[in-house]
């Protein structure tokens, strides 16, 4: 059973940069596509970035296109989430969330519900 552990949150002003990490137990990772999701308080459960398993291609929420970047590296069963320019609406509980999807089949998604297994969060919070 593939569990995932997020790191990486924290308290950071205003245009400040933070990088999370999410970490999967399997060995088969390079099959998984891979999302990263937020929830604030209050709202609902958003999709923010998510990279597919196969040819590493990636979508991003519009909320955050030009200030976050989604990598992975298959070698370290990681998939990293490099956050820039962030402002107090990006408050939220982070989550990283896996689909077993074999290469070339099903791009990632930037729906929960298309997600299989989930990572307990991480919260950062923007703030001065």
């Known amino acids: 059973q593939l569990q995932l552990v997020e790191s990486g949150g924290g308290l ?3 245009g400040g940069s933070l990088r999370l990490s999410c ?4 060995s088969t990772w390079r099959f998984y596509n891979i999302g990263w ?3 604030a308080p209050g709202k609902e459960r958003e999709g923010v970035s998510c990279i597919s398993s196969g040819d590493g291609s990636m979508k991003y929420a519009d909320s955050v296109k030009g200030r976050i970047t989604i990598s992975r590296d298959n070698a ?3 998939v990293n989430l490099q956050m820039n320019s962030l402002n107090p609406t990006d408050t939220a509980v982070y989550y990283c969330a896996a689909a077993f999807r074999l290469p070339g089949t099903v791009m990632c998604t930037l729906t929960a519900g298309g997600m299989d297994v989930w990572g307990k969060g991480t919260l950062v919070t923007v703030s001065s």
């Not at 970490?23 to 399997?26: E, H, L, Q, R, V």
Request: hydrophobic share 25%; aromatic share 8%; net charge positive.
């Open 12 to 14: 950071v002003k205003p």
């Open 23 to 26: 970490a999967g137990s399997t």
């Open 37 to 39: 999701f937020r929830q």
């Open 76 to 78: 370290k069963n990681t």
